[in-house]
Each structure stands twice: as structure tokens, then as C-alpha cells.
């Protein structure tokens, strides 16, 4: 709590104004070079001037956590941090495998496109962490309407999709489940949650007009929709998988979607589609890397406050090489970096799952290339098995890859590469 208020009381003083670290936060994406690279300095400058305090925040909760651990007789805090996650089909081996299976496959094809990123806008390559953050010139792919444009096109697509999305979206908005708009005092954030009570789902968000908006309603109603699915299941915890199981849910849906491109971003769609498979793809060594970190910050309990900095860089030389540690952009540059991922704070471990799940949601990109139908078939025999089974097992009955197999990633890698190198860019700036 005392870090998730140091960095909600954050004033950072940028171009004459004020800023909390979610308002400059578009300014880190300005399509002007010198914007840009300021608020990426502003920003990580108010890090380095907070860095005693976040330095001595996770040595505290490092140590209280190795010590918990050790008093139920475990290993260590990584073994602690499992159980907590409720990891109940895989341990920290098959984990560590999936690390090595990344660091082969995936980074090489991400670093790939990072480099054409960089010829794209005449930058240097390595990447400074602030060109690393534009994808095009001409800026982020923009929703073609307003709120109830996106709404009434996601409407059109559950509708098409299926008769059980029909129902569902339908019922979603007849029953006023979705608190979609950013008014004021209204808290930040998105996420879909279940009102068990009245068996249906709740979707939260604060639409901003960014292509986020339509993330929202295509990622949380992919777990809303798993909710729905599953809303009479008894016992109430079986509705849900354990979270990574969920991610698919919803990493899925946002490719189920592509059906709705041109419709949700008008001439933009094409420069969605390649951002949207890009980015999830690239997504994967920085999910990844958070989860090495942590396995070797809890490996290492004795570890400094200064040789977590230095592992953290470490690493990024391994997951992200196409960065540039050069120290011009304090805090980031200098490789630390971590400390702005509240999850690495509040909720150990909690962050593989989210690359467990990108990985087989390519998957279901990848079938969906092939026969779209097919794919909704695999989607609906997992969905509907709401939490009833354990990830791995899941996967399995619904026909699945498995993210444990060294041959997934390799598979998704050689498909993914293939076609963003055919990807026609030609037109978009
Ligand atoms: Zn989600």
C-alpha cells in the first residue's frame, strides 16, 4: 500500500504543467520525437529522485516474504509465490523451460521487429526506450467512432459470431453491465469481474478514445463472456480457471475480433492489425523477463538493493537487447525499470501468466488464419469448461498446444514472423 501511494501521490513537473504518472503516460507515445523523449525523462526522473524509498519498499518485502516461506518450510519465496498463485499443474521447472524457450525463439523474431521499427523512422537501432514506443510515425491506430460506435459494432460482432455471444453481449447491455466512460472521481483502470448473485458478469472501464477502447470491449468480454458461459456452475470458485486460464479467455477474444477491424478502426484497420500482432508478440520477453527477475530476486533473498538494479539489466540485455542502456533517460536507461511494475511489488509471480496466455492465444491466431470456425469450435470447448479443470488439463480437453511444449512457441514464432515480413506497410507512415 505505502508504494501504490508514493506513486499515486506523484506530481511530476512537465512543459510548464503538472502531471500524475497516468496523465503524462500519452505524452511516452507523442508522435513529436522531442514531447516524447521529454516525458519519458520527466517521468523516470521522478523515479530516480523516489529511488531510496522504492529500494528499501521491496528489500522489506523481500525479506518478509523469504521469511514467511521459511517458516511453512518451503525452499524459498518463489515456492511461496506459487502456491499463492495457486500453480497447481506445473512448477518452477516447466517455467524455467518456457524462459529458455522465449529467449530462443521468440526474442530473436521481436528484436527483428524492432530493427525494421527503427529503419521505418530513420532511428537509431539500439532503441532508446523513447523511439522504442512509437510503432509509426504517424502515431497509434484510432478507433473510426465514439463510445456508442464501438459499443454498436462489438454489438454487430457478437451478434454475427455466435448465438451464445449474441445473447450474451445482448443481455450485457439490456442490462446496463458495462460502466464504460470516464467521468470525474470515477476510479482509473479496466477489468470485468462476476456478480455472483445476480449469475451475471460486470465490465469497468474508462474509455479515452485510444484503440484501447476497443481492446475493452473485445479483452474484458472475453472473460465476461467465459463468466456467462459458466454463471450457474456450482461451486462458485469452479466458474473461473486459475489466471492464466482466463488471459486465453480474453487474449483470444481480441483476435476472434479481427473479424470487426475495418468497422472498429475505418482506415486505420491495417495499421491495427499489424500493432495488435506485433505488440502481443513483443509483449512475451518483457512478461517473461519479469518472471526470470522475480525467480531471481527470491532465489537470492541476500541480494543488495544495487545488484537487483544490476540483474534487472542483466536481463534486459538477454529479453529486450534492442534497447539502449546508455543511461540518457534516468531511471529507465539505466536499467531500472522494474520498479514502475506494480506487480513485481503487490503480487509475486503474477505476470507469467499473462505471457502463458499470450502464447496460446497466438495460437488461436494462428487457427484462425487457417479456418476461423474451426478456431471458434476450440474456443467454445475451452471457454465452456469455465474453471472446472486445472490450465494444463483444460488445454488438452479442448485441444489445445500446450506453452510448456518447446514446439508451441516454436510453431507460433515461424507464423507469426512469416506474416508480419508479408505484411504490406506500404501507405502507412
Ligand atoms: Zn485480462
Redesign the pocket.
Known sequence: MEYEKLLASAQIPFRGKVYTIAQIAPFKNDADDEIRLAAWKAEGGWYKDNQDKLDSLYDRLVAIRHEMSQKLGLKDGVELGYYRMTRNCYDRNDVEKFHDAVIKYIVPVADGIRRKQAERLGMQYPLSFADNALMFRSGNPKPAGDADYIVDTAGRFYDALSPETSEFFRAMREGELMDLLSTEGKEGGG??TSIHDYEVPFIFANFNGTQGDVETVT??A??AFADWMNRTRVPVDTVWPSMEG??VH??SMEFFAWKSTEEFFGKDADKFRYSHLAGSFMFIPYGTMVDHFQHSVYEHPEMTPAERHAEWKRLLGIYMPWLRLDGDIPFYADGEGWQRQHHIYGMPFYYIDYCLAQTVALGFWAMIQNDYDDAWEHYMAYTKMGGSEVFTKLLEKAGLASPFDEETIKEVCEKADKWLNAYDLTGID
Do not use: N
Request: net charge negative.
Open positions: 477489468y470485468c479483452h474484458e472475453g472473460h482466463c488471459e480474453s487474449m
